[in-house]
């Protein structure tokens, strides 16, 4: 039978914890001296166990192995010390420039609103004034590019609609066929909108003319009782010997 899988955890077990330490300590070591035989390589080992005592091995003098290893520490660090200071003198450069582009750019700007332009000189003013031109006409360019697309896109529609208009004539010409021919029998429907306007500027002339009839005839009439009131009032007169 194959041994079970052990679980890596602290060993409760007083007992049971001192003998693998044991065991473990021992392969331990000779894994690391045959390293060293094997492989011809420097091999240093430090153990402490629970209650603090020492066990060690190194192929070598251990103190030599210890030095060995805390100069290559030293190295590295000193390397990524360097290269970290290198990386952040690099950052600085780039942010020294970005700062200078960055007042350049808002100076620019300043100029193009047309203020703290006392300090420029008659050549700079010049390229300037073509700087603003260069800039009028791109942004002239570019809304005409969107005023023309804007325009096909409600060409388009309107293509669109005119198609849908003509399905929609011919699905209602299908359905509906004789709504259709009482509509085209409607004599007014055949009318175009001159002939609509004429006829409704004759009829308002009719409507005013006669109404202007009837205000003379009204007014005409008044004026013809008024005549033979005036004419019975004569013979009454005369009748009553007031007048000769």
Not at 9 to 22: L, P
Not at 191 to 197: I, V, Y
Not at 218 to 232: E, F, L
Request: contains cysteine; glycine residues 4%.
């Amino acid at each position: 039978m194959g041994r079970g899988r052990v679980v890596l955890e602290r060993i409760e077990n007083k007992i049971n914890r001192q003998v693998t330490f044991s065991k473990r300590r021992s392969g331990l070591l000779k894994k690391a001296f045959e390293l060293s035989v094997l492989c011809d390589a420097e091999v240093a080992l430090i153990i402490f166990s629970s209650r603090g005592k020492l066990f060690q091995y190194s192929s070598s003098d251990i103190s030599r192995i210890i030095e060995r290893y805390r100069q290559c520490r030293y190295n590295k660090l000193s390397n990524a010390g360097n290269l970290f200071d290198q990386q952040s003198q690099n950052l600085y450069q780039e942010f020294l420039k970005l700062k200078v582009k960055y007042e350049s750019l808002e100076r620019t700007q300043r100029h193009f609103q047309g203020e703290e332009l006392e300090p420029l000189g008659m050549k700079e003013l010049m390229n300037l004034e073509k700087q603003v031109e260069r800039t009028l006409s791109q942004a002239r360019q570019i809304h005409m590019k969107k005023l023309i697309a804007r325009q096909a896109e409600l060409s388009e529609k309107v293509h669109e609609d005119q198609e849908l208009n003509k399905k929609l004539k011919s699905k209602i010409n299908d359905e509906f066929p004789d709504l259709i021919a009482e509509h085209n029998n409607n004599p007014i429907h055949h009318l175009n909108n001159n002939e609509a306007q004429h006829i409704n500027q004759q009829f308002q002339s009719d409507t005013i003319l006669n109404t202007t009839c009837i205000f003379q005839h009204h007014q005409d009439g008044k004026a013809s009782d008024a005549i033979q009131q005036d004419g019975q009032s004569s013979h009454d007169e005369n009748n009553n010997g007031w007048l000769v």
